[in-house]
C-alpha cells in the first residue's frame, strides 16, 4: 500500500499554511511564490553593520532565522505590521536584541556586536 504524499505548498496552497507561509512571503517579499498578499501591510527593515560587527552574524525575526547579517543588511527584509523581536548573535559575541513595532514607517537599525572577553 503507497503512503499518501502532502501537498506540495505552491500557488493557492500557501494561503492556509500558517507561520511557514508567512516566512517564506516575508524572506522572498512575495515576489516569488503566489498566494504571499500579505493579509496585512508590510514595512521595510534595514540593519546596518557597524564597526567590526561579523557579517556571518545571524539574523533572526521572532525566533526564525532569517538568514546572515551581511545578506540583511545589503537586503533588508519586509516585516507584516505588529511588534517583532530582531536578534543578532554570533559565537564570540554578546548577542544584540531589540523589540520593534513596525506600523507604516520604515524600520532602520544598527547593529553592532561586542565580544565577549576572553
Known amino acids: 500500500m503507497m503512503s499518501p504524499r502532502a501537498p506540495a505548498l505552491r500557488g493557492p496552497a500557501l494561503r492556509g499554511a ?3 507561509r508567512a516566512y517564506l512571503c516575508l524572506l522572498l517579499g512575495g515576489a ?3 498566494g504571499c498578499q500579505a493579509q496585512r501591510a508590510a514595512v521595510h527593515l534595514s540593519l546596518a553593520r557597524l564597526a567590526d560587527t561579523p557579517r556571518d552574524a545571524s539574523v533572526y525575526i521572532d525566533e526564525q532565522f532569517v ?3 551581511g545578506v540583511v543588511a545589503a537586503r533588508g527584509v519586509r516585516l507584516p505590521e505588529g ?3 530582531i536578534s543578532v548573535e554570533k559565537v564570540g559575541f554578546f548577542p544584540w536584541d531589540r523589540l520593534v513595532v513596525s506600523d507604516r514607517q520604515p524600520i532602520a537599525l544598527s547593529v553592532e556586536l561586542r565580544k565577549i572577553p576572553e
Open 18 to 20: 500558517g507561520p511557514a
Open 67 to 69: 538568514g546572515f547579517l
Open 32 to 34: 516569488l511564490l503566489d
Open 83 to 85: 511588534e517583532h523581536r
